[in-house]
Nanobody
């Protein structure tokens, strides 16, 4: 099970940190990703991290502003979001898949319930 948290309302230029908490003893074998979906838009890849944390990939729209990290001792993955823009407003979802990282939503088997991020201008 995945539980996303940390969403909220922030002004443009501000920062927010999201957390994804997972249950289970094999968490370090799973790649974890963040996706987001704004109203009326398709789900968009944000970032992913390998099971050991050594590989990370980002969507073009968040490169240089967002940082994904994980703590396998706590079964958590974090998404630090800086320099937020109104276009970052969306529901943010964490997802997990066995072994390899991926950038497509259909590649992920397990999903959290989402947390809403609203960036005001």
């Amino acid at each position: 099970q995945l539980q996303a948290s940390g969403g909220g309302l922030v002004q443009a230029g501000g920062s927010l940190s999201l957390s994804c908490a997972a249950s289970g003893r094999t968490f370090s074998y799973y790649a974890v990703a963040w996706f987001r979906q704004a109203p009326g838009k398709e789900r968009e890849f944000v970032a992913t991290i390998s099971g050991g944390g050594g590989r990370t990939y980002y969507g073009d729209s968040v490169k240089g502003r967002f940082t994904i990290s994980r703590d396998n001792t706590k079964n958590t993955v974090s998404l630090q979001m800086n320099s937020l823009r109104p276009e970052d407003t969306a529901g943010y979802y964490c997802a997990a898949r066995w072994a390899e990282v991926g950038t497509k939503a259909y590649e992920y088997d397990y999903w959290g319930q989402g947390t809403l991020v609203t960036v005001s201008s």
